[in-house]
């Protein structure tokens, strides 16, 4: 079984570069995809890039749930200075 860990943002750099990770990890995604539907990929390949895809996806939601821990905690430091 695979170990998840969300991903600790904690500065406007982490942040960007979180951003840009997502983003290529979601191409990655994408391209992923394409070799799956393309019905001329030979059986080695759409294995490999399924797992490609499965792990981009496991990493974007891990990328998402720290991007959302780090909204909660600028939210709740927000509140304590109100």
């Known amino acids: 079984m695979s170990e ?3 991903m600790n943002i904690n500065s406007e750099n982490d942040l960007d570069s979180s951003i840009e990770t ?3 990890m979601m191409e990655e995604l994408v391209n ?3 070799i799956v539907e393309d019905k001329n990929s030979n059986l080695a ?3 490999k ?7 981009a996806h496991r990493d974007c939601v891990n990328l998402l749930a720290g991007m959302e821990q ?10 304590v200075e109100y």
């Open 4 to 6: 998840e860990k969300t």
């Open 22 to 24: 997502y983003e290529k």
């Open 32 to 34: 992923s995809l394409k």
């Open 45 to 47: 390949d759409v294995i």
């Open 49 to 55: 890039a399924y797992d490609k895809g499965v792990k």
């Open 70 to 79: 780090r909204v909660f905690e600028i939210s709740a430091e927000k509140q």
